[in-house]
């Protein structure tokens, strides 16, 4: 019965929620079948239109399960169907950011294919230049490649994203002054938002391999890699 209530819907979303949440389990060729069935329903159901947004990132939650079981090939040609489902324009920037980013994290973690792993990074970077999850990785690649000038310059710039969010942040909380303050509790508290807080992104829930080393927005510091990358520059 829960199976059919999620694949009665043409939505891909319940899909791909439910396999991340299978393979936040280990459940890896579980969420396989769940994202196979999701995709199949909504390939059935498609209005004709050659890019949709959230079969996209179903197909991305797919490769990273594939590369997860080790099927490679078949991971790099869903990835590429993610990547061509997307909106060519501006509207598709930020998925074309993360679906790069995540090509990146495959290329130089399953491949070690270190140029396309840099190339694809780069990609990623020209969809979004404050994406400090794609300034750490390719600091690590360009590292590797041996070349120390740039992962320092990487790491430099990951660092100036953490300090302008850190401030971006404290500034809002500031603009809510005391004059503000009194008029919003005169008003009902669904009138005003205290802080405009984002949500959580699709990608922030996927299972990749190489979490445990560290590529996500969260996990680390960009302070600590900054020490250290200046320590390995100056060795």
């Known amino acids: ?58 197909y991305h939650t797919w490769a990273v399960c594939e590369w997860q079981l080790g099927n490679l090939d078949r991971s790099e040609v869903l990835f590429d169907h993610s990547l061509r489902l997307t909106d060519a324009g501006t509207r598709g920037s930020d998925t074309r950011s993360f679906i790069f980013l995540s090509i990146a994290r495959f290329l130089f973690h399953a491949r070690k294919d270190f140029a396309l792993a840099q190339h694809c990074v780069s990609l990623a970077l020209t969809e979004n230049t404050r994406s400090k999850a794609s300034w750490m990785l390719w600091s690590k690649i360009a590292n590797i490649m041996g070349n120390k000038t740039l992962s320092f310059a990487c790491i430099q710039e990951a660092d100036k994203i953490s300090a302008k969010t850190r401030v971006e942040n404290r500034d809002t909380l500031e603009s809510v002054n005391n004059k503000n303050m009194n008029h919003m509790l005169r008003q009902a508290p669904w009138h005003y938002k205290i802080v405009d807080v984002n949500e959580k992104s699709w990608y922030d829930a996927i299972n990749f391999p190489d979490d445990d080393l560290n590529f996500t927005e969260e996990t680390r510091d960009s302070t600590q890699l900054l020490q250290e990358t200046v320590a390995i520059h100056k060795k």
Do not use: C, T, V
């Open 1 to 58: 019965m829960f199976l059919f209530y999620f694949w009665s819907f043409s939505d891909s979303d319940p899909f791909r929620i439910y396999a991340e949440f299978e393979m936040s389990l280990s459940n890896y060729r579980r969420a396989r079948s769940i994202l196979f069935q999701g995709a199949q329903s909504s390939s059935e159901s498609s209005d004709g239109s050659l890019y949709n947004e959230k079969l996209s990132h179903l």
